[in-house]
Each structure stands twice: as structure tokens, then as C-alpha cells.
């Protein structure tokens, strides 16, 4: 993510605040122009924006719940944001509570959409494609012990997100219990968003989904059949090899899903890299273990370039969560068949890019 300062008084501000700490401004953030900019109220309700003058603004429907910052065009018909309209049910507000659990998804989603609004992925909601869509479900477990809990999980554009989830000491609880080495919201929302492109781009394009099966295996390949065998029998003992994590070795669609979060991660991560300014050039190794974050990895035309800068990168990332006591911030290991995927990854954003309605909403041109 790029570094957001406010225009009233150039402090640094982070991408979630609502409010300048130096200066006092309101901030809100302006997709179109991929900003936070400090604003002003009009006599009309309305708001002026200082990253945007001659335009009026209003606040995403959203923010009376505290769960969002984004600003919307005052004329908008939805009154929503281009995230906040792909919300099809949200936790009921009446329980103590809800609303933090909701704030923190929503946080998380945010995130998702300025990196594909970065990447000018195709943002349709369920109103644009009634059938295809894009919308998520934000559901609790029901009241009574012998009800299913609810599942993360995707189905034909729908994502379901477990309530729960946003409890830290829980979700913590889960990823140890499932042996896991990493498990945020963020990357719920990467990997479930994976499953929703492979269905919109790769099935829908005979040459794409060929290739794909190349890299990841035969989709055709009875999915329950194959999660229960994964959850039964483990991981291959070599699927290192091959698969960025275990879990993406359970299934082609899984491993695109993991492959698809984890291009995410590091395009998102090495924004942030490249607008900080970072260098690692540690004084007792070889030259590739020395990187400079140089240029901007959502506009970059190869893969290699950015694993180029990833790799010693994150091992510095790495180094310094263990100063702190903390694991490891990308605890995986990228082999050159994960490579490979990646850049299949790329690919597809960059091919989605040239073919996506959603470019009027991407936040800067690339």
C-alpha cells in the first residue's frame, strides 16, 4: 500500500484513519484517486476534499457504523462505496459487540479492494451481475449448540465470512489447531476473492484454463473427495516442492485459491516496501541477499522482478519479527514450481487489466 499524508498538513497518515492527529481534519479516502484526503464540511451536508477541490463528496452509508472511511461522489445513487456495495449481509447490530467484529472485517476487506482497484481486476457486485457477482456474507454461529457453525468459504461469487473470525484469540485458536502458520482476515478474504477469479477468468477462457491446469493440476478432480482425503491423510510429505502452503496441495482449485492470496501479499507488502523507500543490504552476505524496493510491483511487467526484491526482503522482514519475539511475517518458502505459479498470477491480472470495466474505479493508472 502506497503512503497516504494529509493535504492540510502533511503529516503521515494511515490508510484506516478517519481523522488527522496533527491537524484535526477529517480524512476519508477517495478510490477514484486512490487518496486519503483531509476534508471539509459545506454548508449542504456535504464535504470538500482537499486532494479533490472542485468536487463534493459525501461518506460511505457505512461510516455511521464506525466500519468505514471511504468517501462517495455527493451524488451517488447507492450511497456506498465501491467495497461497501458488495456487501450483501452484515452481523445483526443489535448484539454487543457485532459492530467490532464487523469493523475489523471491514478493514480487512478495504484492503482487498485497494489492491484490486489497483490491479483493475473486475469489481462486479450482485446488482451488476445478479447471477456472478461479487458479495459477501458476514454470518455468526446461531444461539443453539446443535446448530452448524457457519464456514468460511465461496460459492459461485458469494463469500461467506465466519463471524468468529474476526476474534483474534479465536482465529489464533483455530490456526494452531489446524497447524497452520499463518491465518488473518486479510488472507480470508485474498483466498476467498482467488476462488471467485478462477471462476470468472479461468473457466470462462478455454486457452487460460488450459494453462492453469498445466501449473495446478486437474480441476475436474472431485473436490469433497479430495478436501476429505486432505483432512484425513495430511499433506504429501514433499508438497513443500510444489505448493505454498499444505492446504493448497488438498486441490487445483485450493492451490490456485493460495497461489492467488499469496500474489496478494506480496505485491501488497512490497507497495508499502517501495513507498517507504525500503533497502536491505545486510553487511555479512552475497549480493542476492541485498534488494532495493525500487519500483511499483502492481505495475511490474515480469514476476521475477518482483520475487527478485520478495525474497531478501522478507527475509529482513522475517529477522526483525524475531527481534521482537514474534514469528515469522511470511513464514513460506517460494520454490521455483510456487515461481511459476505466481507468475501465472501475474499474468492473468495483468490480462485481466486490458479486459476490465472496473478501470473508471482503479485508483491510479499504472
Not at 6 to 13: G, P
Not at 74 to 83: E, L, P, S
Not at 134 to 151: G, K, N, R, W, Y
Not at 192 to 212: N, V
Amino acid at each position: 500500500m502506497k503512503v497516504f499524508t494529509c493535504q492540510a498538513c502533511s503529516q503521515l497518515v494511515y490508510f484506516e484513519n478517519v481523522k488527522c492527529e496533527n491537524c484535526g481534519h477529517a480524512l476519508g479516502y477517495i478510490a477514484a484517486l486512490n487518496e486519503i484526503s483531509a476534508i471539509e464540511p459545506l454548508e449542504d451536508g456535504n464535504f470538500k476534499a482537499l486532494a479533490e477541490p472542485q468536487s463534493l463528496y459525501s461518506f460511505c452509508n457505512n461510516a455511521q457504523y464506525g466500519v468505514c472511511n471511504w468517501l462517495v461522489p455527493a451524488d451517488d445513487a447507492t450511497g456506498y462505496c465501491v467495497a461497501c456495495r458488495h456487501n450483501r449481509t452484515i452481523p445483526d447490530l443489535s448484539q454487543a459487540g457485532n459492530d467490532l467484529l464487523w469493523g475489523r472485517l471491514e478493514r480487512a476487506k478495504h484492503r482487498l479492494f485497494y489492491t484490486l482497484l489497483r490491479l483493475r481486476m473486475p469489481l462486479h457486485n450482485r446488482v451488476d451481475d445478479p447471477e456472478h457477482g461479487l458479495a459477501f456474507d458476514f454470518l455468526q454461529d446461531a444461539p443453539v449448540s446443535h446448530a452448524v457453525d457457519v464456514m468460511t468459504g465461496h460459492n459461485n461469487g458469494l463469500v461467506t465470512l465466519a463471524l468468529k473470525e474476526a476474534d483474534d484469540a479465536g482465529r489464533e485458536r483455530v490456526r494452531t489447531e489446524m497447524g497452520e502458520p499463518y491465518r488473518t482476515l486479510l488472507g480470508h478474504f485474498r483466498h476467498e476473492t482467488g476462488h471467485h477469479y478462477w471462476e470468472t477468468l479461468i473457466a470462462t477462457d478455454t486457452a487460460l484454463l488450459e494453462q492453469c491446469r498445466t501449473l495446478f493440476g486437474d480441476d475436474r478432480a472431485d473436490y469433497v473427495t479430495a478436501l476429505q482425503k486432505h483432512y484425513a491423510d495430511g499433506a504429501p510429505a514433499d508438497w513443500q516442492e510444489n505448493f505454498v502452503s499444505a492446504y493448497a496441495s488438498s486441490h487445483p482449485w485450493e492451490d490456485f485459491a493460495e497461489t492467488w492470496a499469496h500474489y496478494l501479499h506480496i505485491v501488497d507488502t512490497l507497495e508499502t516496501a517501495y513507498a517507504f523507500g525500503m533497502s536491505v543490504n545486510p553487511d555479512a552476505a552475497h549480493g542476492e541477499h541485498s534488494a532495493e524496493a525500487d519500483f511499483d510491483p502492481l505495475a511490474a511487467k515480469g514476476m521475477q522482478r518482483i520475487i527478485d526484491r520478495w525474497l531478501p526482503i522478507s527475509f529482513a522482514m522475517n529477522s526483525l519479527n524475531r527481534s521482537m519475539g514474534y514469528p515469522d511475517l511470511y513464514p513460506f518458502v517460494l520454490t521455483p514450481a510456487v515461481i511459476d505459479k505466481l507468475a501465472f498470477i501475474h499474468t492473468i491480472t495483468h490480462f485481466a487489466n486490458r479486459n476490465s470495466e472496473a478501470q473508471t474505479l482503479a485508483a491510479e493508472p499504472t
